[in-house]
């Protein structure tokens, strides 16, 4: 599996023993006031949990890995929402006790994430330029109509 991230943050969540992962894709801090729209970090997080606990998981045995959070527009100089999903994704993991094994958050430059679900693998590349204004325009549509819009439904794939 895998994702594009410009301000948006990844988890990749893996068991180790029962070799299942799974991945979100977090384009808001915290959670709706009345909204379950995975957009929402604590919805995609709980979402994610709960999936692969299904799956056979433990989430005793879960480790993290993150990705994204970075200020694509680089001319803003106050806190960005990359780093406020950044220090959410931080925070959640460390108060449920799950290890931030590896992250890749923050920074300037856009990411493209592959996920191995079975193995727990996570390859980060750099995006080039030229998909810069791809992202940037993705995650302003997802901020202007589908946040007005959002539905109880996500995306989050396990094998």
């Not at 200020?71 to 931080?90: C, M, P, Q």
């Not at 493209?112 to 204004?133: C, E, I, K, M, P």
């Amino acid at each position: 599996m895998h994702t594009l991230l410009g301000s948006c943050v990844a988890v990749c969540l893996y068991d180790p023993i029962q070799s299942v992962g799974g991945m979100n894709h977090i384009l808001l801090p915290g959670s709706g006031l009345d909204d379950k729209s995975t957009r929402f970090g604590v919805n995609a997080m709980e979402l994610l949990i709960n999936e692969l606990m299904k799956q056979g998981g433990d989430r005793r045995r879960f480790v993290a890995k993150a990705f994204g959070g970075a200020n694509v527009a680089s001319g803003l100089k106050s806190a960005t929402i990359g780093f406020d999903n950044s220090e959410f994704v931080r925070s959640f993991l460390a108060t449920e006790r799950i290890p931030l094994v590896a992250q890749r958050l923050g920074g300037h430059q856009a990411v493209h994430v592959y996920f191995t679900t079975n193995s727990g693998r996570a390859t980060v590349r750099t995006v080039d330029g030229s998909l810069l204004l791809r992202i940037i325009h993705a995650e302003n549509f997802y901020w202007h109509s589908h946040l007005a819009d959002a539905s109880v439904e996500g995306e989050i794939t396990l094998f």
